[in-house]
């Protein structure tokens, strides 16, 4: 299924209670990143349906904000996710839901980055949570 990923969902309103970003009218809308979801890692995990897009007619199939974010961190796009945590999540009660999912993109190329992004946004909660699944870590410098 095609979908809207990375900034341009984190900047359209999802059914989580999540903060998403707030740069809407900054976004260029003219070309949203569209995924092909059987080709991405989470397949249509967190994809909502029926959205209404900025400057587009019709309605449209996006990312959540957990997913687009997920999307970002595969994609190695590390610094438009920054803030993941306090920014655009900025609720905790999800945080066993993201570390399970991250945790799965253990077999990814990058996940070293992914893993070092993890632990500068979560910190000790990251690391507790690796140590539970006695994972090897270094401290954060």
């Given amino acids: 299924m095609l979908y809207i990923t990375g900034i341009h969902a984190l ?3 999802c059914e989580l209670e999540t903060c998403g970003d707030w740069h809407t009218s900054a976004i260029q809308w003219n070309n949203p ?21 900025p400057e587009h007619n019709g309605q449209y199939n996006v990312a959540n904000t957990i997913r687009a974010l997920l999307d970002l961190l595969q994609e ?8 993941m ?36 946004e979560y910190r000790l909660s990251w690391l507790d949570y690796l140590q539970q699944r006695g994972e090897e870590f270094e401290q954060i410098s």
């Fill in 11 to 13: 900047n359209l309103p």
């Fill in 33 to 53: 990143q569209i995924r092909e979801s059987k080709l991405m890692f989470f397949k249509d995990y967190g994809i909502e349906t029926n959205h209404i897009i």
């Fill in 76 to 83: 190695g796009k590390f610094s438009i996710a920054q803030g």
């Fill in 85 to 120: 945590n306090n920014e655009y999540i900025c609720n905790d009660k999800y945080n066993q839901e993201v570390f399970s999912l991250v945790y799965s993109m253990k077999t990814l190329n990058n996940w070293i980055d992914i893993n070092n992004f993890m632990k500068k």
